[in-house]
Protein backbone atom coordinates (compact mmCIF):
# COMPACT_ATOMS: atom_id res chain seq x y z
CA UNK A 1 0.00 0.00 0.00
CA UNK A 2 1.42 3.50 -1.27
CA UNK A 3 1.09 5.97 2.18
CA UNK A 4 3.22 9.06 2.18
CA UNK A 5 2.72 11.08 5.64
CA UNK A 6 3.24 14.68 4.20
CA UNK A 7 2.83 16.37 7.41
CA UNK A 8 0.69 16.11 11.06
CA UNK A 9 -2.40 16.80 8.83
CA UNK A 10 -1.85 16.35 5.47
CA UNK A 11 -1.46 12.60 4.48
CA UNK A 12 -1.10 11.05 0.54
CA UNK A 13 -3.32 7.30 0.59
CA UNK A 14 -3.45 5.09 -2.63
CA UNK A 15 -6.78 5.04 -3.83
CA UNK A 16 -8.53 1.82 -2.72
CA UNK A 17 -12.04 0.18 -3.02
CA UNK A 18 -12.71 1.44 0.42
CA UNK A 19 -12.42 4.94 -0.18
CA UNK A 20 -15.34 4.80 -2.99
CA UNK A 21 -18.04 6.22 -1.05
CA UNK A 22 -16.43 8.64 0.31
CA UNK A 23 -14.64 10.15 -2.68
CA UNK A 24 -18.19 9.93 -4.48
CA UNK A 25 -19.39 11.71 -1.85
CA UNK A 26 -16.89 14.46 -1.84
CA UNK A 27 -17.49 14.72 -5.99
CA UNK A 28 -20.97 15.07 -5.32
CA UNK A 29 -20.55 18.08 -2.54
CA UNK A 30 -18.21 19.85 -5.28
CA UNK A 31 -20.62 18.91 -8.54
CA UNK A 32 -20.41 22.71 -9.42
CA UNK A 33 -17.01 24.01 -8.65
CA UNK A 34 -15.40 20.69 -9.93
CA UNK A 35 -17.38 20.87 -13.31
CA UNK A 36 -15.89 24.57 -13.72
CA UNK A 37 -12.54 22.49 -15.16
CA UNK A 38 -12.86 18.85 -14.85
CA UNK A 39 -14.55 16.81 -18.04
CA UNK A 40 -15.43 14.16 -16.28
CA UNK A 41 -17.88 15.20 -12.81
CA UNK A 42 -21.03 14.34 -15.40
CA UNK A 43 -19.58 10.61 -15.79
CA UNK A 44 -19.29 10.48 -11.92
CA UNK A 45 -23.04 10.11 -10.75
CA UNK A 46 -22.82 7.32 -8.48
CA UNK A 47 -20.83 5.12 -6.41
CA UNK A 48 -20.07 2.52 -8.85
CA UNK A 49 -18.65 5.11 -10.89
CA UNK A 50 -16.03 6.07 -7.99
CA UNK A 51 -15.54 2.32 -7.63
CA UNK A 52 -14.88 1.87 -11.34
CA UNK A 53 -12.48 4.91 -11.38
CA UNK A 54 -10.46 3.48 -8.35
CA UNK A 55 -10.50 -0.15 -9.68
CA UNK A 56 -9.17 1.13 -13.27
CA UNK A 57 -6.56 2.94 -11.41
CA UNK A 58 -5.30 0.29 -9.52
CA UNK A 59 -5.13 -1.51 -12.71
CA UNK A 60 -3.06 0.97 -14.21
CA UNK A 61 -1.03 0.96 -10.91
CA UNK A 62 -0.36 -2.39 -11.70
CA UNK A 63 0.63 -2.49 -14.83
CA UNK A 64 2.70 0.04 -15.01
CA UNK A 65 3.13 2.68 -11.91
CA UNK A 66 0.86 5.39 -12.33
CA UNK A 67 -0.72 6.13 -9.54
CA UNK A 68 -3.40 7.79 -7.93
CA UNK A 69 -3.62 9.42 -4.60
CA UNK A 70 -6.43 10.55 -2.48
CA UNK A 71 -6.12 13.28 -0.73
CA UNK A 72 -6.09 13.16 3.47
CA UNK A 73 -6.48 16.51 5.11
CA UNK A 74 -7.63 15.67 8.95
CA UNK A 75 -8.21 12.22 7.94
CA UNK A 76 -10.50 13.15 5.76
CA UNK A 77 -10.65 12.64 2.16
CA UNK A 78 -10.41 16.37 0.45
CA UNK A 79 -9.50 15.93 -3.28
CA UNK A 80 -7.08 13.85 -5.28
CA UNK A 81 -3.39 13.44 -7.09
CA UNK A 82 -1.78 11.48 -9.24
CA UNK A 83 0.16 10.51 -12.37
CA UNK A 84 -1.60 10.08 -15.46
CA UNK A 85 1.09 7.86 -16.62
CA UNK A 86 4.52 7.06 -16.97
CA UNK A 87 6.38 7.67 -20.32
CA UNK A 88 9.08 5.07 -19.09
CA UNK A 89 11.50 5.74 -22.40
CA UNK A 90 11.79 9.16 -21.96
CA UNK A 91 11.50 8.85 -18.54
CA UNK A 92 8.69 11.47 -17.84
CA UNK A 93 5.51 11.45 -16.67
CA UNK A 94 2.28 14.30 -16.13
CA UNK A 95 0.27 15.38 -12.79
CA UNK A 96 -3.09 15.99 -12.54
CA UNK A 97 -5.17 16.99 -9.47
CA UNK A 98 -8.37 18.23 -7.77
CA UNK A 99 -9.29 19.77 -3.97
CA UNK A 100 -12.55 19.88 -2.85
CA UNK A 101 -13.65 23.78 -2.30
CA UNK A 102 -13.98 23.54 1.35
CA UNK A 103 -9.91 21.94 1.44
CA UNK A 104 -8.69 25.35 0.02
CA UNK A 105 -6.84 28.14 1.42
CA UNK A 106 -4.31 25.54 3.84
CA UNK A 107 -1.43 24.85 1.37
CA UNK A 108 -2.83 21.47 0.86
CA UNK A 109 -2.59 20.87 -2.63
CA UNK A 110 1.37 22.94 -2.90
CA UNK A 111 2.44 20.41 -0.22
CA UNK A 112 0.68 17.08 -1.70
CA UNK A 113 2.18 18.24 -5.27
CA UNK A 114 5.41 18.82 -4.05
CA UNK A 115 5.66 15.16 -2.78
CA UNK A 116 4.47 13.81 -5.02
CA UNK A 117 7.28 15.93 -7.61
CA UNK A 118 10.00 14.24 -4.70
CA UNK A 119 8.35 10.36 -5.20
CA UNK A 120 8.43 11.02 -8.89
CA UNK A 121 11.91 12.12 -9.07
CA UNK A 122 13.53 10.37 -6.22
CA UNK A 123 11.58 6.80 -6.09
CA UNK A 124 10.93 6.43 -10.04
CA UNK A 125 13.97 7.59 -11.18
CA UNK A 126 12.07 9.69 -13.81
CA UNK A 127 13.62 13.45 -15.45
CA UNK A 128 10.34 15.42 -16.26
CA UNK A 129 7.23 16.27 -15.11
CA UNK A 130 4.67 18.07 -16.73
CA UNK A 131 1.27 20.03 -15.56
CA UNK A 132 -1.56 21.18 -17.11
CA UNK A 133 -4.08 23.49 -16.65
CA UNK A 134 -6.64 25.47 -18.02
CA UNK A 135 -5.44 29.06 -18.99
CA UNK A 136 -8.15 30.82 -16.90
CA UNK A 137 -7.91 28.37 -13.53
CA UNK A 138 -5.88 30.80 -11.70
CA UNK A 139 -5.74 28.26 -8.61
CA UNK A 140 -4.24 25.60 -10.32
CA UNK A 141 -1.58 27.22 -12.16
CA UNK A 142 -0.53 28.91 -9.14
CA UNK A 143 0.86 24.93 -7.95
CA UNK A 144 3.42 24.20 -10.50
CA UNK A 145 4.30 28.33 -10.30
CA UNK A 146 4.72 28.12 -7.18
CA UNK A 147 7.08 24.77 -7.22
CA UNK A 148 9.10 26.65 -9.94
CA UNK A 149 8.34 24.19 -12.99
CA UNK A 150 8.62 26.60 -16.15
CA UNK A 151 5.71 27.83 -18.17
CA UNK A 152 6.58 25.48 -21.38
CA UNK A 153 3.73 27.45 -24.03
CA UNK A 154 0.13 26.83 -24.75
CA UNK A 155 -2.14 24.17 -26.11
CA UNK A 156 -5.23 25.80 -27.83
CA UNK A 157 -8.35 24.18 -27.85
CA UNK A 158 -6.54 21.26 -26.07
CA UNK A 159 -9.79 19.61 -24.03
CA UNK A 160 -13.32 19.92 -24.66
CA UNK A 161 -15.04 21.03 -21.84
CA UNK A 162 -18.80 20.80 -21.72
CA UNK A 163 -19.61 23.25 -23.85
CA UNK A 164 -16.75 24.59 -25.07
CA UNK A 165 -12.67 24.53 -26.03
CA UNK A 166 -10.36 25.40 -23.06
CA UNK A 167 -6.99 26.36 -24.03
CA UNK A 168 -4.83 24.80 -21.77
CA UNK A 169 -0.54 26.32 -20.29
CA UNK A 170 1.91 23.69 -20.53
CA UNK A 171 4.70 23.70 -17.61
CA UNK A 172 7.76 21.73 -17.43
CA UNK A 173 10.31 20.57 -14.70
CA UNK A 174 13.37 18.68 -15.03
CA UNK A 175 14.89 16.45 -12.07
CA UNK A 176 17.96 18.11 -12.17
CA UNK A 177 15.97 21.70 -11.51
CA UNK A 178 14.35 20.47 -8.91
CA UNK A 179 17.69 19.39 -7.17
CA UNK A 180 18.54 23.07 -7.49
CA UNK A 181 16.01 24.52 -5.92
CA UNK A 182 16.60 22.81 -2.05
CA UNK A 183 14.12 25.43 -0.38
CA UNK A 184 11.16 24.91 -2.41
CA UNK A 185 11.27 21.07 -1.93
CA UNK A 186 11.43 21.25 2.18
CA UNK A 187 8.10 23.02 2.13
CA UNK A 188 9.21 26.37 3.03
CA UNK A 189 7.56 28.19 0.08
CA UNK A 190 4.73 29.65 2.36
CA UNK A 191 3.41 32.02 0.03
CA UNK A 192 -0.23 31.80 -1.67
CA UNK A 193 -1.38 28.50 -0.27
CA UNK A 194 -3.83 26.11 -1.89
Not at 19 to 31: G, S, T
Not at 124 to 144: D, M, Q, T, V, Y
Not at 178 to 191: C, F, K, L, M, T
Request: charged share 25%.
Amino acid sequence: MFTNKINDHLELRLLEPRYAEELFHLIDRNRGYLKEWLPWVDGTMKVEDSQAFISASLQTFANNGAVQLGIFYRNKLAGCIGLHGIDRSNKSTSIGYWLGAEFQGHGIMTDSCRALVDYVFAECGLNRIEIRASEFNAKSRAIPERLHFVQEGCVRQSEWLYDRYVDHVIYGLLKEEWAQIPIIREGSDESLPL
